[in-house]
């Protein structure tokens, strides 16, 4: 009976993602003649008020077309947009997912080539275009924007006792030190979810101690090994500030960490920019700084490259889903998505873009004069995303020396080269 239950449950699934509510572009009836409604598929239902008016701003530019934001719960996305595509019910227009989620679904036959979309090659950098790119170049989405990771500061506590932002991840360690001796939580930052002590805290950190792109590309091809000293060094790092996380962090979630720093019981939090706004309004000065690399090294950002938009292959009206992803991708358009994008997300065109929000410029601008990268595990090494976070968790935990970690790390990435 619990077979045949679950089969019955697969059949509806099936049905619901092919309703005829997702089935696509439409005409709409002789009253309406010329106009046409698009559907877009998304990972972000917080999202829907914020893309409902983006959507209408288009609608100015293109009165005869209609776009409905729909979007699906996020860890149900992936499967969803498969079965929808599967079954030649998807969306027109899809949120794609960077690196090889989205290349399997181009290589599948379902995301269209969207390389010779005006504005695509002549608005992008290499960096900002290469996490929707083939191998040979083709792009199969328009990059709209990428998240960031940085430490939340109290400003009011570190004005009253009288600390100053660190230069150095030594300097970093130090001032928890003095938190904690004057009776402060230093970091709100807890492993309950575990996903977030990884994107945010150790991926976000990563890069100060083994370096940008290029070589992260020598750990991905075996040139370097994820247990040499620099990776060590890292898992070293969480070791050394696990004592200033919340007390029984363990069981500390992603919305208490947010609550910690609000209710400014936590002086400082190592979270992503999508968190501005949860801040609006606190009754405490806070602001932002990057999180820094050891002395004498150079301090990088986590610039991670996190949406970008395409249209389905055979959507029944891939003119005009091409008409709106250029209107994306040109510096005009860009400046008016800026505008509706939530908090956080920034844009990933060349063109200068202003933001409205004050901590937001002051997030992006934590960019200026350092190299960015993508978190190190996207790009080649996803298969390494479960391992990584566990082994974040136990170095945190002290179930594991960094050594450990960082061995164990080598020789699952060694399977996967």
Known sequence: MGKAMRIIGVVLLALAVSLP??????????ADAGTVTLVMGAWRPDDTEQMNN???????????????????????????????????TGPDLIYARSYAPGQELFNAGYFADCSDI???????????????????GKAFAVPLAAVSHAVYYNKTIFQKEGLSVPQTWEDF??????????GYTPLANGVADEWDVLECFYLGMLPNFIGGGAERAKYESGEKKLNDAAFAASFQALADVSKYLP????????????????????AMFIDG?????????????????????????????????????????????????RDFLAW?????GAAVASRFMPEGFFPMISAPITLADAHANEFLSLNTGKETDARFVWPKFLDLYAPMNQAVIKVLKGEQTPQQAAGDMETTAARLR
């Open 273 to 321: 920019s999508w968190n501005l706004s949860v801040y609006t309004g606190a009754p405490f000065e806070w602001g932002l700084f990057s999180i820094p690399a050891p002395r004498g090294r150079s301090t990088l950002i986590s610039f991670h490259p996190d949406l970008a938009i395409t249209y389905n292959k055979i959507t029944k009206y891939p003119q005009e889903c």
């Open 328 to 332: 994306l991708a040109s510096p005009e």
């Open 54 to 88: 983006l959507l209408a701003e288009y609608k100015k530019v293109k009165p005869n077309v209609t776009i409905q934001y729909r979007p699906t719960n996020p860890p149900d996305y992936n499967a969803t947009l498969r079965l929808q595509l599967d079954g030649g």
């Open 21 to 30: 509510a997702f089935a696509g572009a439409r005409r709409d009836g002789a």
């Open 173 to 182: 360690v130090s001032l928890c030190g003095t938190l904690a001796a004057r």
């Open 118 to 136: 005006p504005g695509v090659n002549q608005n992008f950098s290499a960096a900002n275009l290469a996490p929707w790119q083939m191998s040979d």
């Open 247 to 266: 007390r029984g962090f363990e069981a500390v979630t992603y919305n208490d960490s947010q609550a910690l720093f609000n209710t400014q019981q936590a």
